[in-house]
């Protein structure tokens, strides 16, 4: 099994806000087929305002929220990518917004025998 990262940028979602709970419904029930499959690893949404930066050096700075900031993300367990684009698809109509799908590496962990 690979693990798979399916993100969307803040901002992607261009709904209507009174459509937010109809949108929210739809994106759990596609977590719960998820998990229901045993694919589901963990996502959520994130907050971009008071995000920060911390440096090799340690100095902490404000991040500046640009094109391409994470808006939310899912990570799930399957045998292909494949099959990570078919979820990817059920969760961009879910959140109604497109959906980015890349591979993790692979975790030394867990693929020691």
Known sequence: MTRYLISFDDGAMTFPAEELPDVARAS???VEEARAAG????GGGVIGQG???VSTDGSVA???LGEGTLGGFSIVDVSSLDE???????IAVSCRCAQKVRELMADPDL???
């Open 28 to 30: 759990m029930a596609v």
């Open 39 to 42: 694919v589901w690893v963990f």
């Open 51 to 53: 995000a920060k930066v």
């Open 62 to 64: 404000d991040y500046a």
């Open 84 to 90: 990570a684009l078919v979820w990817a698809g059920r």
């Open 111 to 113: 693929t020691k025998s």
